[in-house]
């Protein structure tokens, strides 16, 4: 079965400042996406960030960024100029490629904080 | 992007009645939907796939016959909570994943359900 371990349960980040939050998991597929789930407080699940196993090129989007290191199962997501909007949980999730069944499965989360 | 409507998005009953929740796709067509549990301070606990026009599959240890789930539509599934009682309070979330990517899933903005 696969797993998603999140082994920082809080992290905290100055304003302006860069944070990486880790994320490690365990398949025998080779075909698989990997995502970073935010929850602010209003507890609106948001997509971050989206990487396909098959890629080699680290996804970004704007200030998010991912460290993907396949052989070793790691998933880190780095925040760069953290904002206070940053604040939440953030949640690493895996998912088997192909069919529309195969479900996300989670880590148990990482509560961001930005302190101004 | 593509929005997931969950409705309501809070709601009080009583112990011993039902309460249905709705979860829309409101722009595009959603084969699979998923509900998942979230208790304070937690990760997404998955409770079910549901398929249109097909019955749910529910995941190990949810009982299908309390946590009823009906996805009759390509835009819409529902949960219903049977006979309600107050350990089912809990934040209920659902997901859609668009049919023609088949990858990322878009979360509905979730239910908060008191039961007293």
């Known amino acids: 079965a696969q797993t998603v371990t999140q082994s920082q349960p809080e992290m905290s980040v100055q304003e302006a400042e860069t944070v990486t939050l880790s994320c490690t998991y365990d398949?025998?597929?080779?075909?698989?996406?990997l995502f970073w789930y935010k929850q602010p407080p209003s507890r609106q699940m948001i997509l971050v960030i989206r990487?396909?196993?098959?890629?080699?090129q680290n996804a970004t989007e704007n200030r998010f960024s991912v460290n993907f290191q396949k052989a070793a199962k790691s998933f880190s997501l780095k925040i760069s100029d953290s904002q206070l909007g940053d604040a939440a949980m953030y949640f690493c999730?895996?998912?088997?490629?192909?069919?529309?069944?195969?479900?996300?499965?989670f880590g148990k989360g990482t509560l961001l904080t930005v302190n101004p | 992007g593509a929005v997931v409507s969950q409705h309501p998005s809070w709601v009080i009953c009583k112990s011993g009645t039902s309460v249905k929740i709705e979860c829309r796709s409101l722009?595009?067509?959603?084969?699979?939907m998923f509900w998942y549990r979230q208790f304070p301070k937690q990760s997404l606990m998955l409770m079910a796939t549901?398929?249109?026009?097909?019955?749910?599959?529910?995941e190990q240890g949810v009982e299908k016959d309390k946590f009823l789930i009906n996805h009759a539509s390509l835009t819409l599934s529902t949960l219903t909570v049977t006979s309600a009682h107050p350990e089912d309070s809990s934040f209920y979330i659902c997901?859609?994943?668009?049919?023609?990517?088949?990858?990322?899933?878009?979360f509905g903005q979730g239910t908060r359900l008191t039961v007293v």
């Open positions: 997901s859609a994943r668009i049919q023609v990517l088949n990858t990322e899933a878009f």
């Open positions: 398949t025998s597929e080779s075909d698989y996406y």
């Open positions: 990487q396909e196993a098959y890629k080699q």
């Open positions: 999730a895996y998912r088997r490629g192909g069919g529309s069944n195969y479900k996300l499965t």
């Open positions: 722009d595009f067509q959603a084969t699979t």
């Open positions: 549901s398929n249109e026009g097909s019955k749910a599959t529910y």
